[in-house]
């Protein structure tokens, strides 16, 4: 068994540059008042924002455009038992910009299923924790 000391809290900039290595992570939301978890492909945005690409009609934006969520990535080795694990919580919002949309349809990250009328969802890195679980 791991004990609680193998635990390492990780400050803001590790988290992030930790969790801009991983290219799947999932987004914790309320659907129909109950928790729901979906895993999505993302990228960072300006370091800190995480970036979702999706189709405008789809179930995700309409639970999630204007209200607070959580992200999480993580990435973990069960033969060392060790990895990390990063939330970021805040308010996602649909890009709604002309310019900010074409700026990143050429930088940001493309959805991996088909898109129709496809849309940026932007949750922002009010708070961000994460930790590390390792054998030292």
Same mark, same amino acid.
């Given at each position: ?18 969790? %801009? ?5 999932? /987004? =914790?939301? *309320?659907?129909? +008042?109950?928790?729901?978890?979906? @895993? ?38 069960? %033969? ?5 694990? /990063? =939330?970021? *919580?805040?308010? +996602?919002?649909?890009?709604?910009? @002309? ?38």
């Amino acid at each position: 068994m791991v004990q609680n000391d193998a635990f390492r809290a990780l400050d803001r900039q590790e988290c992030l540059r930790l969790l %801009a290595k991983v290219p799947v992570g999932r /987004v =914790v939301y *309320t659907r129909h +008042a109950l928790p729901a978890v979906l @895993p999505v492909n993302f990228a960072l945005d300006g370091d800190d924002a995480v970036l979702l690409c999706t189709s405008a009609g789809s179930d995700l934006v309409r639970a999630i455009d204007g209200v607070v969520v959580a992200f999480e990535g993580d990435e973990f080795d069960p %033969a060392t038992r060790s990895g990390w694990s /990063v =939330v970021v *919580t805040g308010r +996602a919002d649909v890009v709604t910009d @002309p310019a900010e949309h074409e700026r990143l349809s050429r930088t940001g990250p493309a959805s991996w299923m088909p898109a129709r009328d496809e849309v940026f969802v932007r949750i922002a890195s009010d708070m961000v924790t994460g930790r590390e679980l390792g054998t030292r």
